[in-house]
């Protein structure tokens, strides 16, 4: 008799909160590298160790993009609150 | 009354005669959020609003998810979507229903947070694990 089992799994979430403001590109950043490198808890040590300087490398590399594009998103915001004459908002949203 | 985080029977059978497709672009599936008074397990066939989480900027019936297709890590089938975020919410939820809204808001599974999770004029996010054979939030070995 042939036998096999199917199992359904149901994985756990986390919930992440905020009071008065959003997350920050820190957190943001720490979620990307998540979901693009994943280290086996049974890698070899060797492995482990380059697998964990690449994933600090990308890290730092997805939070630099982030800084960057929340800025040019303030300046594109900025620019549009003072074409419509809202220059004190514009000026407030820059220096944030 | 509480919230037993579980596949939904009704959806294992579902599975079986293709009513979910979970295929990027394909069916919709939705969040919603629910507070400890909420009754959701194994046995919850589809979205209810009973006892569904009400507060500042949060709509009824929950939020939209982005699909990742599943895919096969190793000999299992792993589902993912990808992370959804309540913006600028004041409201307290204990777990949530994810559920097909594109075929007639049946239900996929059950979620506890195992406390209740507080946002007050910020971000409530909800974090998928990585989908790995043995992580993913649906998987089917």
Same mark, same amino acid.
């Given at each position: 008799?042939?036998?096999?089992?199917?199992?359904? @799994?149901? =994985?756990?979430?986390?919930?992440?909160?905020t009071?008065? @403001? =959003?997350?920050?590109?820190?957190?943001?950043?720490?979620?990307?590298?998540n979901?693009?490198? =994943?280290?086996?808890?049974?890698?070899?040590?060797?492995?482990?160790?380059?697998?964990?300087?690449?994933?600090?490398?990308?890290?730092?590399?997805?939070?630099? =993009?982030?800084?960057?594009?929340?800025?040019?998103?303030?300046?594109?915001? &900025?620019?549009?609150?003072?074409?419509? @004459?809202? &220059?004190?908002?514009?000026?407030?949203?820059?220096?944030? | 009354?509480?919230?037993?985080?579980?596949?939904?029977?009704?959806?294992?059978?579902?599975?079986?005669? +293709? !009513?979910?497709?979970?295929?990027?672009?394909?069916?919709?599936?939705?969040?919603?959020?629910?507070?400890?008074?909420?009754?959701?397990?194994?046995?919850? !066939?589809?979205?209810?609003?009973?006892?569904?989480?009400?507060?500042?900027n949060y709509?009824?019936? +929950?939020?939209?998810? %982005?699909?990742?297709?599943?895919?096969?890590?190793?000999? %299992?089938?792993?589902? *993912?979507?990808?992370?959804?975020?309540?913006?600028?919410? %004041?409201? !307290?939820?204990?777990?949530?229903?994810?559920?097909? *809204?594109?075929?007639?808001?049946?239900?996929?599974?059950?979620? *506890?947070?195992?406390? *209740?999770?507080?946002?007050?004029? +910020?971000?409530?996010?909800?974090?998928?694990?990585?989908p %790995?054979?043995?992580?993913?939030?649906?998987?089917?070995?």
């Open positions: 008799m042939m036998k096999d089992n199917i199992d359904f @799994g149901l =994985g756990q979430v986390m919930v992440s909160t009071n008065s @403001g =959003g997350h920050d590109p820190e957190f943001w950043a720490e979620q990307a590298t979901k693009i490198c =994943g280290i086996s808890e049974q890698a070899a040590p060797h492995i482990k160790e380059q697998a964990l300087a690449f994933r600090a490398a990308v890290y730092n590399v997805i939070l630099a =993009g982030m800084r960057s594009a929340i800025a040019s998103d303030r300046v594109t915001v &900025s620019h549009k609150l003072k074409e419509i @004459g809202h &220059s004190d908002v514009a000026k407030f949203i820059k220096e944030l | 009354m509480a919230i037993t985080s579980a596949i939904c029977n009704s959806f294992k059978q579902e599975l079986l005669v +293709g !009513t979910h497709n979970f295929t990027n672009g394909a069916n919709s599936f939705k969040l919603a959020l629910y507070t400890s008074s909420a009754s959701l397990g194994a046995g919850t !066939t589809a979205y209810t609003s009973s006892n569904e989480t009400s507060g500042t709509s009824a019936t +929950g939020s939209a998810l %982005t699909n990742v297709t599943p895919v096969l890590a190793s000999t %299992t089938a792993v589902c *993912d979507f990808n992370d959804l975020t309540f913006s600028n919410v %004041t409201i !307290t939820a204990r777990g949530c229903l994810i559920y097909n *809204d594109t075929n007639s808001d049946k239900s996929v599974c059950a979620i *506890d947070f195992g406390g *209740d999770k507080t946002s007050t004029a +910020g971000d409530f996010t909800i974090v998928f694990p990585t %790995t054979a043995s992580g993913a939030i649906i998987r089917l070995a």
